[in-house]
Nanobody, 123 residues
């Protein structure tokens, strides 16, 4: 019943923008902590951004640069990640994930994961 499906990835040129989507089914995203993780080539999966069940978004190192902006449309039950001014450092598999209520930066804290969507930044 519980499912997350990412979409919107692909090949983009440096300096371009991309918006990823994570569609949820079987539960309401608005009641949970909903996060984006990335896994860059050869590196461990890491937190990008998160929105708590209360709608607040803690700041994480990946989002401090302003390259990422997380948002959530509870009516559509969809989580988004806006990415701007992309460079090669953005190349990764991006995953959305859900846990109970409060955000966590640990992959082990999340109970539901999407299949991931590939983002490749290249000229």
């Amino acid at each position: 019943q519980l499912q997350l499906v990412e979409s919107g990835g692909g090949l983009v040129q440096p300096g371009g923008s991309l918006r990823l989507s994570c569609a949820a089914s079987g539960f309401a995203l608005g009641d949970h902590a909903t996060s984006w993780f990335r896994q860059r080539p050869g590196l461990a999966r890491e937190i990008v951004a998160c929105i708590n069940g209360n709608g607040r978004a803690p700041h994480y190192p990946a989002t401090e640069s302003g390259r990422y902006a997380i948002s959530r449309d509870n009516d559509k039950n969809t989580l988004y990640l806006q990415m701007n001014n992309l460079d090669s450092g953005h190349t990764a598999i991006y995953y959305c994930a859900v846990r109970h209520y409060y955000c966590s930066d640990s992959v082990n804290a999340y109970v539901t994961w999407g299949q991931g969507t590939q983002v490749t930044v290249s000229s």
